[in-house]
């Protein structure tokens, strides 16, 4: 699923979703905007959390998780992490308790997601980091990564499709350029 702002929560997971603010056709994170409608989108915070402190250093500290996320997930679909990557990954998780989300009554009487106060960045960091070290330490969920077949896509997603085929990051994005890339070759050699 894809933002009005084209920000994407298709991935299957939040440290997923981060890696994919940054490809094609642009980065996505420009400004502190960007952040809190990611955070909000991909679930990291309730959508009415207060994040009035996010600034350009909050949005650099994500851009550096997003490369660390790349280099360790694309490793270790590849084989395996280097140390390094793995030890500043895991001291990013253990840095601060991800913010607690607690349940009130909204206007209408529901219960709605809140945060006790503004979370910190390091806080927020840590929650992404906790995902992706649960997702690469659970062997069965690890198994349904792929890397997106379509041309130069450099997304990573997580399969749950019922067949384990899916073979693209979006069939609305990837997927249909596919499939209109293979129906031109089908006219073009009619021809």
Do not use: K
Not at 4 to 16: E, S
Not at 127 to 136: F, G, H, I, M
Not at 161 to 180: D, I, L, P, T
């Amino acid at each position: 699923m894809a933002a009005p702002d084209g920000l994407r929560f298709d991935c299957g997971r939040i440290c997923l979703d981060l890696m994919a603010t940054d490809g094609p056709p642009a980065e996505r994170l420009t400004g502190p905007e960007q952040l809190r409608a990611w955070l909000a989108g991909a679930g990291v915070v309730p959508g009415a959390a207060p994040l009035d402190g996010i600034d350009g250093r909050w949005v650099a500290r994500f851009c550096a998780l997003r490369a660390l996320l790349r280099r360790v997930v694309q490793d270790e679909l590849g084989g395996r992490a280097a140390t390094g990557d793995l030890d500043l990954l895991n001291r990013t998780a253990a840095a601060a308790d991800p913010p607690a989300v607690r349940a009130v009554r909204g206007p209408d009487g529901a219960l709605v997601r809140t945060l006790p106060g503004p979370p910190d960045c390091a806080a927020l960091l840590a929650a992404v980091a906790r995902d992706a070290l649960t997702l690469l330490t659970d062997t069965a969920a690890r198994g349904r990564l792929r890397h997106c077949e379509g041309e130069s896509c450099p997304l990573v997603y997580l399969d749950t499709s019922r067949g384990r085929r899916r073979r693209w990051c979006s069939s609305s994005a990837c997927g249909n350029r596919a499939r209109v890339a293979r129906h031109r070759r089908r006219t073009d050699r009619s021809r």
